[in-house]
């Protein structure tokens, strides 16, 4: 189906991530005709959330409620330590992550109803596996996880992004490619469709309800500047080209009231050597995770952030502003052969900025822009000051820390100093933008005025008022699957009503 045959529907979907193809599943089995508008071609389809790794984070206090979304063998059950996830876990960690800004009723809407959506998307046909490779530790021969995420969607982002668009196509919902949503139709302040373009062609679409789903504004260098502030515009971006702002500029331009941390972003230690965005073979591979078992060091041969605060999944999201704001924008992550083995898939990986070496002295050679003196010292005290008496432990929060550094390492801090020794370059690399619109608990975009714009919802990255400073890992993918279904079923609602 092309645009220029399509003049009405009941609910225009802008986006064909996750949080728009749930969006457009909910719709549809709520009975009304759905439309998926796609600025990109289909070979670059699937938005930030094609880029994933899956991960995902919901509540589950028993074996059985994790089997409403994960076939856990019963090998498995025995064999695995899968913990429990409560909704106070997921509410402190929420709370904890994001200095307690979250905005507690889309908080509530999110973690009550995380489990849920996703066995809904199971009975749809999306399956599930368990994060083995990044996410538990063998202990005593037994698999046992940590951090509270447990499972990934089948195939990571690229199988999540595959079995939705199967999903939607099997459903007959058109997915229009190369079509971009540019303009909201209002009449009387009611959104009643939207202005599209395909290959420079612009047309009208009316429609009963429009879903939002266009992600952040993270692929925009213009606006990361803007909002972010300096040097954000040189960041790399690690996934889609194609998330520049648009649907929240539309729904601003609608009149939708702006929400949440706008001069905020999830950023990570991304690959100094990445592209400027994401690239679909290699995925997620530039991030660079283990760094709670490093220490990092900056240009001037110093460390500058705690590695070890917290499990990765609760600081890896805000330590890419912290590496942007070091002297030329990078970090070494040094390890020694202590911890190597430890080290996550995405180190083995062919497109990787390493260095190897048998004393730190070659390696200090080695390690391109770092203060060499400098980092000799920083390494002789911080080995100095690392606890001798506390076991290390790579599954629990082992409190082995360092005592008198002006930068503490509080987990996990391991002397360097069994060679070989190895050390990877990271910069900066944006995942999204926390900044949006604000919506309520159905979803529905919220005007200045502080009232609904009738017709219009939205979800995913683009939703303000969930994430500040800081995220917990596995949530975006929930999010947008909970927000987009809530968004689908009220549009539809909305569609039928006739209002
Ligand atoms: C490298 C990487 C790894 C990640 N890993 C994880 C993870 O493991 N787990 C997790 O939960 N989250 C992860 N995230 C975050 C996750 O990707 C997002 O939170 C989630 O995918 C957002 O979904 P979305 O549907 O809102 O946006 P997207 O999936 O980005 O979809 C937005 C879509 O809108 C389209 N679009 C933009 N503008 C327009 C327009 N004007 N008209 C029409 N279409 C438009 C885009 O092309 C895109 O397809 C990761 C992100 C990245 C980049």
Not at 168 to 183: D, F, R
Request: contains cysteine; aromatic residues 10%.
């Amino acid at each position: 189906m092309l645009l220029k045959d399509v003049t009405e529907t009941d609910v225009v979907i802008v986006g064909a991530g996750n949080a728009a193809v749930c969006a457009a599943m909910a719709a549809h089995e709520n009975g009304v005709k759905v439309i998926v508008l796609e600025r990109a071609p289909e070979v670059e389809a699937g938005g930030n959330s094609f880029f994933t790794a899956g991960a995902t984070r919901f509540v589950f206090n028993n074996i059985a409620e994790l089997r409403e979304v994960l076939d856990v063998s019963a090998d498995e059950e025995r064999n695995v330590d899968f913990g429990v996830y409560t909704s106070e876990n997921f509410f402190d960690d929420m709370g904890r992550v994001t200095q307690y800004r979250c905005d507690p009723d889309l908080t509530e809407t999110l973690i009550g109803n995380s489990r849920s959506t996703l066995a809904w998307m199971k009975k749809k046909g999306v399956k599930f596996e368990p994060m083995y490779g990044r996410q538990a530790h063998k202990v005593d021969g037994r698999f046992k996880f940590f951090g509270g995420q447990v499972c990934a969607f089948w195939g990571g982002g690229a199988g999540l992004v595959e079995s939705l668009h199967k999903i939607a196509k099997t459903a007959g919902i058109p997915i229009l490619y190369e079509t971009a949503g540019v303009s909201l139709i209002q009449e009387a302040g009611k959104v009643v469709g939207i202005v599209a373009e395909s290959h420079g062609i612009q047309s009208k679409i009316m429609a009963k309800a429009v879903v939002l789903a266009a992600g952040g504004f993270e692929s925009n260098a213009e606006m990361r500047a803007r909002y972010l502030g300096p040097n954000w515009d040189l960041a790399k971006v690690r996934g889609t080209r194609f998330n520049m702002g648009d649907g929240i500029n539309m729904a601003l331009r609608a009149g939708a009231m702006p929400c949440g941390h706008w001069s905020g972003a999830h950023a990570v230690g991304w690959d100094m050597n990445a592209p400027t965005f994401g690239d679909r073979v290699v995925g997620d591979g530039f991030q660079k995770h283990s760094y709670p078992y490093s220490i990092m060091i900056n240009a001037d041969g110093e460390r500058f952030v705690d590695e070890g605060a917290d499990f990765r999944n609760f600081t890896y999201a805000k330590y890419g502003l912290d590496v942007l704001k070091q002297p030329g924008m990078f970090s070494w992550q040094v390890y020694d052969s202590k911890v190597i083995p430890l080290l996550r898939d995405e180190y083995r990986i062919k497109q990787v900025t390493k260095v190897e070496a048998n004393s730190l002295e070659e390696l200090a050679d080695k390690m391109e822009g770092v203060n060499k003196n400098r980092f000799l010292e920083t390494v002789k005290h911080f080995n100095a000051a690392v606890r001798k008496d506390i076991p290390f432990n790579s599954v629990i929060k082992d409190g082995k820390c360092t005592q008198g550094l002006a930068v503490p390492k509080s987990n996990w801090a391991e002397t360097i100093d069994k060679p070989p020794y190895q050390a990877y370059a990271v910069t900066c690399g944006i995942t999204f933008t926390f900044g949006g619109v604000k919506v309520s608990t159905k979803a529905a975009v919220q005007s200045v005025a502080g009232r609904e714009i009738p017709g219009l919802f939205a979800a995913g990255e683009m939703v303000g008022g969930l994430f500040y400073f800081n995220y917990p890992s596995g949530t975006g993918l929930v999010s947008g699957a909970v927000f987009g279904r809530i968004a689908g079923t009220q549009a539809a609602l909305h569609a039928k009503s006739g209002v």
